[in-house]
């Protein structure tokens, strides 16, 4: 059974450091990976999908890696923002399933 | 393009009424999933359908039941309500990437 797990669980920081972000799923036959942010009382916004196949997304100031074979990915945040303030999610969609399991999240505080 | 939405938006219920919570999506997505969120306890998946008329169990279905009748809607249904399922709800689609509706918060006294 895939298990999914997210280091820190929080994390607070002042505004403009550079941050990494974890993630780790024990079964590395992955279809893909997605980082998701989660801001209170809403609901889930993708920010990036890894296909199994891939290294690295980037988005604006946003990096995610993926090693399958360690079984790990790594959200990388340049520059950080107090708007960056919210719930970060992994979720890993396995070759033989037909869903994605969710890492617990990392919440993140971004200082002015 | 409203992407995926859910309502209602926050519902009280009293133990033993029950409810329909409806979310829909205008991706055309074949893919469509139910989650329930509790503090400590993450997104865990209820239901889901991967198409018109299919459903499936995910990994906490009791007390719930679910139809997909059209492809852009798929209702979750409350027969019994318990406080035990006091909880945020969120409904969400996908071809590759997963879109989230916005959540249903749900009291049952």
């Known amino acids: 059974k895939q298990e999914v797990t997210q280091i820190p669980a929080a994390l607070s920081v002042p505004e403009g450091e550079n941050l990494v972000l974890n993630c780790s799923f024990t079964?590395?036959?992955?279809?893909?990976l997605q980082w998701f942010r989660q801001d209170p009382g809403k609901g889930l916004t993708s920010l990036l999908l890894?296909?199994?196949?891939?290294r690295e997304q980037t988005s604006g100031r946003l990096n995610a890696s993926l090693d399958k074979s360690s079984g790990r990915s790594t959200l990388y945040i340049a520059a950080s923002q107090p708007g960056d303030s919210a719930t970060y999610l992994c979720a890993v969609w396995g070759n033989y399933g037909q869903n994605f399991v969710f890492g617990p999240g990392t919440r993140l505080s971004v200082l002015p | 393009n409203a992407g995926v939405t859910q309502t209602p938006k926050f519902r009280v219920l009293k133990t033993g009424q029950s409810m329909t919570l409806l979310c829909a999506q205008d991706m055309n997505h074949e893919y469509m999933y139910w989650y329930r969120q509790d503090p400590g306890m993450g997104l865990r998946l209820i239901h889901y359908s991967v198409g018109e008329g299919t459903t499936a169990k995910g990994e906490v279905p009791d007390g719930y039941n679910v139809s997909r009748l059209k492809k852009q809607n798929f209702l979750l249904g409350l027969e019994s309500a318990a406080p035990s399922q006091t909880s945020v709800y969120f409904c969400?689609?996908?071809?590759?990437?997963?879109?989230f509706g916005p959540g249903t918060r749900l009291l049952v006294l």
């Open positions: 079964d590395s036959a992955i279809y893909n």
């Open positions: 890894i296909q199994s196949s891939q």
């Open positions: 969400a689609s996908r071809e590759e990437t997963q879109y």
